[in-house]
């Protein structure tokens, strides 16, 4: 049955969406906006929650990837929550709250009906779990429902602030439903105490659930379609009761509210991700999507004792501290809960439209802000804990098409709600939000491992403890750098460097290097580099590294800086910190100002009265004061280097003191610089400065270079060289980030991509199929001049690809979803002119990952279509597949059309087009990285100049564009798909089509990619049609020709015209006796007429016989080629057949074939 979510929603206009994310309760009249809350109602409560979901979400990620499990899990949740809620929308149910796998429903009635409505409910029970108490899922993990039913008072709190609302229902009923849905086993309903008291004890057969107070609910007296149409009349909120359709259910008719004070109080209520989907008029289709966020789980244990007024006062104050805290860092609490783990918040950082980088960091950060705050501020507060979690989620849409939660819902969420509840009293992370923050390990404290409800193996698990003592005065944090892997692609950086200390060295010149960039650019690891050099050279060295949180920390970067220079050690008491502090300060400071340094160096000078007597201003200043002080001597006193990771996180505190005396001090220092940050622009302003530049220089990190990114890659891998396709792909995917690439590459040995072998010069190739395409992959080999160089005879190790592997169709690793992209340049904006294409991949990849399973599939199969209307040779080539006759030989969606393609205008401007976007996709594919080399072999079937040349020909016409922009995503689409047959097609296509505009490296390569899928086509037993094997091997005879085998290409030739039922005799005797009967069938084409054939079976004639004359010209050429009488005559024996074979084309053209359809015959390969 078709799932409710597939109808149209009812709510899809625009002024009628937010009723969508609201329950009735909120949206109907006689709800008192102005007298919001505490509010009591009477009724009955409902709580479902669908057993099996963790194990479900499990099983998706096994079987899907972290990505696309969380899309699947979505989607199978969706649909069997969309059925069960459409009975309960039936019934005439409000649904309040939605808590992942569970769901909260509420019938509002008077304490008078509640027995009636108690009957209607469990009838709605009753037939729930008939039709949906047990689901089966294709992964072979089966979902049950468990459900609790309760009854009476209720109380309804809201918290928040001016701008946002939660709501909220406490009451004994609350807690009564969720133990008895808690006692509930797969596929019962049980009653609590409460509600069998007040319920139609006649009409209901139970049994008593154990020695508990509950009740299982075994069978209702059934109620007829009046009767329950009269029960729910009778309810509250459907004073305006709608009439049940046959074909779709329906919520009452709420309209939003032209009151726009009511319109803005309702909109509170609704999640800030939602709101902007809503003010830009989004489509409900469109809303949902597969992101990169972090979420926070915050649980709150208040006391038992609070009563409603404390909790309503709790709740109002937690909700303001969450909100204060996460929103500056576009943190949204996207839902809040009183039932299922008791009093949880979820919130989410990087939801659609509010995504800002080092969002882990900041999600760590607030996590630990929020326990800090509300640990020490809430009343009632018995305990908290927290859990974050990074990964690819579901954002969008769940629960039923005509009332549901725009949420998020995956895997990860899970394990979130799993930590905030088996890590009490702390705050807990993932692995994943443990690698993303890129924060220092000393940052986290790893947990013991425990045992998760429905996690098989789970990763490790972390504390977040953020700043401590620890990361202060540890003074053991200079980096090493590796004596194997030199620092590629910064030798200006490094040469900057070199040259200033040694002007420091020998004439004393002051100098601060700041070297700017982006995440991922590579300025830690160039620090590191620096700091080698800096201890090579004899130097003391003085590292440090700051984060975001020390920005909320006053004085934390002068604090550090000196507790590193003077040596201050992390395991010391207090009074060993005070005797070094005055030991190397005497005489800087006076001893009466030593107090002052208490806060900021956790010591415990005594506090003099000078200072006991100063006012606040007095005492800032004199902090200031001293702090400078004490930093002139640090850092002036002895000769040193000081390295500053992340300088830009310098607190305003310290930066105050800092930077005056920065700028009259005599030092060395090296920082990294971010861009976008307060401290970067007054290093480069500073630099700017006339007065200033002789003693600060600043430097952009720029991207490497694509030679010193093969470099970087023959080192990563060990290797001496790499295939020029893997080159590419990491070159256009990388951008020249070095964390980019070297994520990608860990993507690709991750998923076993790569194969590695020792290269050999001597290697003799072999006279084979096999042995070609090893010289091809081996010709085009790309190898560095720093690896070539250092591999002596080339004899060292290789890397290769998979041969069943496209680099194309690799998903971008999670990693690389939520990073800062480097900025698009003008240039490549100018290439771009004219067509709608993203300029980077990466881009291009994170947002196709976006999209949920259903969009994507909808979408390809709309571009599929688009393409393949245009998947046929340009105009100056009189049109026609590349394959003459392809269409008309195997069955094709284009249905035989007419191939010349469509004159219309809309049609001539797509071809435009996709010829631009082609001629962009050719230079990409076909960039060569400067500064490398191929790795070319005299022996090796491609010498250098034909290699250089296969790839980079020009066509006149426009079929080369079309290849890459058509039929090259044509295949690609039909081998991810799984249809074998389309995609053999089009991959046979884009062979003919390398070879008609001259390239035969690439037919070559297309040919290798479509013996891969044969192989996998006979392992799955899927029959290929005869025409195509015939084409395949014809397509291959005509590379190895080029490539001068031509004992293999008569072989495959021969075997080609056997398939096409026009075998070739391969002895003089059967060449006799074949030459006989071509003069025999010329002769009887001369007298007979060929009968008349319907027009479908005459074009694949047609295509047949054409691809006959196509191979035997070829095999009448290549038995030329030998200065024999044996050759000779078979080299006549071809061109006597591939004659009447002409003839037969010509007889059927005169039967009324029109020439737009004929097409004309291919010209045959010319050979040198």
């Not at 409900?284 to 966020?293: A, D, Q």
């Not at 993303?436 to 990763?459: C, H, I, M, Q």
């Not at 700028?663 to 630099?687: D, I, N, W, Y």
């Not at 005509?1038 to 056997?1058: F, H, N, P, Y």
Request: overall charge neutral; aromatic content about 8%; proline content about 4%.
């Amino acid at each position: 049955m078709a799932s409710a979510w597939e109808r149209e929603c009812p709510y899809s206009e625009m002024g009628q969406r937010s009723v969508l994310l609201l329950p009735d309760l909120l949206l109907s009249e006689n709800f008192a906006w102005e007298n919001l809350i505490p509010k009591t109602i009477m009724g009955v409560l409902f709580l479902a929650d669908v057993s099996g979901y963790t194990a479900l979400s499990q099983k998706c990620v096994q079987q899907s990837g972290t990505d696309r499990g969380a899309d699947e899990l979505a989607q199978i949740l969706n649909d069997y929550m969309s059925d069960f809620l459409e009975v309960v929308l039936d019934f005439g149910g409000d649904i309040l709250k939605f808590g992942g796998d569970a769901v909260l429903v509420v019938w509002r009635a008077s304490e008078a009906q509640l027995p009636q409505t108690i009957s209607l409910v469990l009838q709605c029970c009753q037939q729930i779990q008939k039709k949906h108490g047990s689901r089966d899922t294709h992964l072979g993990q089966k979902l049950h429902l468990k459900i609790g039913i309760s009854a009476g008072k209720m109380t309804i709190l809201s918290a928040g602030d001016r701008y946002h609302q939660q709501y909220f229902i406490c009451s004994n009923a609350l807690d009564e439903v969720m133990m008895a849905q808690n006692l509930a086993v797969k596929s019962e309903v049980i009653v609590s105490p409460t509600c069998w008291e007040l319920c139609e004890q006649e009409q209901i057969q139970t049994r008593l659930f154990g020695r508990k107070r509950v009740l299982k609910v075994q069978r209702t007296e059934h109620m007829s379609g009046s009767e329950r149409e009269d029960a729910a009349g009778q309810f509250d909120q459907h004073t305006k009761m709608r009439r049940l359709e046959r074909l779709r259910h329906q919520r009452p008719p709420f309209h939003v509210s032209n009151d726009p004070k009511a319109a803005a109080k309702m909109q509170k209520y609704i999640p800030e991700a939602a709101l902007r989907k809503l003010d830009v008029d989004m489509p409900l289709h469109l809303w949902s999507e597969l992101r990169p966020v972090t979420s926070l789980f915050i649980q709150l244990q208040f006391s038992e004792n609070a009563n409603t007024m404390d909790l309503q006062r709790g709740l109002c104050d937690a909700t303001r501290m969450i909100s204060t805290i996460i929103s500056p860092h576009k943190g949204e609490i996207n839902k809040s809960l009183l039932f299922d783990k008791g009093c949880t918040f979820l919130c989410v950082f990087g939801m659609s439209g509010a995504k800002l980088h080092h969002e882990s960091t900041h999600a760590l950060d607030s996590a630990l802000q929020i326990f800090s705050t509300c640990s020490t501020s809430l009343r009632n507060l018995e305990a908290m804990s927290i859990g974050v979690t990074t990964g690819t989620m579901f954002c969008g849409l769940c629960g039923h098409p005509e009332r549901a939660e725009h949420t998020v819902i995956g895997h990860k969420v899970n394990l979130g709600a799993r930590l905030m509840v088996h890590y009490p009293r702390l705050v807990s992370c993932d692995e994943d939000t443990y690698k993303a923050s890129r924060l220092p390990s000393y940052f986290f404290k790893e947990l013991p491992k425990k045992e998760l409800k429905g996690v098989t193996d789970p990763s490790p698990v972390y504390q977040y403890v953020g700043i401590t003592n620890k990361c202060i005065f540890d003074t053991d944090r200079t980096k090493r750098r590796s004596d194997r892997r030199p620092l590629l692609g910064r030798e200006v950086e490094i040469d900057l460097f070199e040259r200033s200390l040694k002007a420091y060295e020998t004439l004393g010149q002051p100098r601060i290097l700041a070297y700017a960039g982006i995440l991922g650019s590579g300025k830690s690891r160039l620090l590191t580099e620096l700091a080698f050099l800096g201890q090579a050279a004899g130097h003391r060295v003085v590292t440090m590294e700051l984060t975001e949180a020390h920005m909320r920390q006053p004085f934390s970067a002068i604090r550090m800086l000196v507790a590193r220079a003077l040596g201050l050690q992390a395991g010391e008491t207090c009074e060993d910190w005070q005797r070094t502090l005055q030991a190397k300060l005497q005489g800087v400071i006076a001893e009466s100002r030593y107090c002052l340094l208490n806060n900021i160096f956790l010591v415990k000078f005594a506090i003099s009265d000078e200072v006991r007597q100063m006012h606040d201003l007095q005492m800032k200043g004199e902090l200031q004061k001293t702090c400078r002080e004490v930093l002139q001597k640090t850092l002036g006193g002895e000769f040193g280097i000081f390295v500053i990771d992340n300088a830009h996180f310098i607190d305003p505190a310290s930066w105050t003191v800092m930077w005056p005396v920065l700028q009259s001090v005599t030092l060395f220092m090296v920082m990294s610089l971010a861009p976008g940050h307060e401290r970067t622009e007054s290093f480069f302003k500073a630099a700017a400065d006339s007065t200033t530049s002789q003693r600060i220089s600043c430097l952009h990190l720029e991207e490497l270079k694509p030679a010193a990114v093969v470099q970087k890659v023959c080192q990563d891998l060990g290797v001496v060289s790499i295939p020029r396709d893997l080159a590419r792909f990491l070159i256009q995917r990388s951008s020249g980030i070095p964390y980019y690439c070297e994520e990608l590459l860990h993507c690709l040995r991750r998923d076993n991509v790569l194969l590695f072998s020792t290269g050999r010069q001597d290697k003799k190739v072999e006279d084979n199929w096999e042995g070609l395409i090893a010289s091809a992959v081996e010709a085009s080999l790309v190898v560095s001049a720093t690896s070539s160089s250092s591999a002596g005879n080339n004899s060292g190790r290789v890397c290769t690809i998979r041969a069943d592997v496209s680099l194309e169709t690799t998903v971008l690793p999670a990693t690389l979803k939520g990073v800062e992209r480097p900025s698009t340049s003008k240039e490549t904006t100018e290439q771009q002119a004219g067509v709608l294409a993203f300029c980077a991949p990466l881009l291009q990849e994170a947002a196709y990952e976006l999209w949920p399973k259903r969009q994507r599939a909808s979408t390809q199969r709309k571009c599929a279509a688009f393409l393949e209307k245009h998947a046929h040779k340009c105009r100056r080539c009189h049109g026609g597949d590349f394959v003459a006759f392809h269409r008309f030989a195997v069955p094709s969606p284009q249905d035989g059309e007419n191939c010349q393609g469509s004159a219309d205008e809309d049609d001539w401007h797509s071809w435009e087009a996709l010829v631009l976007a082609g001629e962009q996709l050719k230079k990409d594919r076909t960039h060569i990285p400067e500064g490398s080399a191929n790795a070319l072999q005299p022996q090796q079937a491609f010498s250098k100049e034909e290699f250089s040349t296969l790839d980079g020909d020009k066509c006149s016409c426009e079929c080369e564009a079309i290849i890459e922009s058509v039929l090259v995503p044509l295949a690609r689409h039909y081998v991810a798909t799984g249809n074998a047959s389309r995609a053999f097609y089009y991959l046979l296509e884009c062979a003919a089509a390398y070879l008609h505009v001259s390239n035969s490296y690439m037919a070559l390569m297309k040919l290798r990619e479509a013996e891969v899928l044969r192989n996998s086509m006979r392992k799955t037993a899927t029959v290929l049609d005869c025409f195509e094997k015939a084409t395949f091997l014809s397509l291959k005879a005509e590379v190895c020709c080029i490539l001068g085998c031509v004992g293999l290409a008569r072989k495959m030739t021969r075997q080609a015209l056997s398939l096409l039922k026009k075998p070739f005799p391969q002895t003089c005797s059967g060449a006799f006796v074949t030459s006989l009967w071509e003069r025999f069938q010329r002769a009887l084409c001369d007298t007979n007429r060929t009968p008349s054939l319907p027009l479908e079976a005459r074009r694949k004639k047609v295509a047949w016989m054409l691809q006959q004359t196509r191979c035997l010209s070829s095999l009448g050429h290549l038995y030329s080629l030998e200065d024999t009488s044996g050759r000779q005559s078979l080299s006549r024996l071809a061109a006597r057949m591939k004659a009447n074979v002409d003839r037969r084309i010509d007889s059927l053209k005169e039967e009324g074939f029109h020439p737009d359809n004929y097409l004309s015959i291919p010209a045959f390969l010319s050979v040198s």
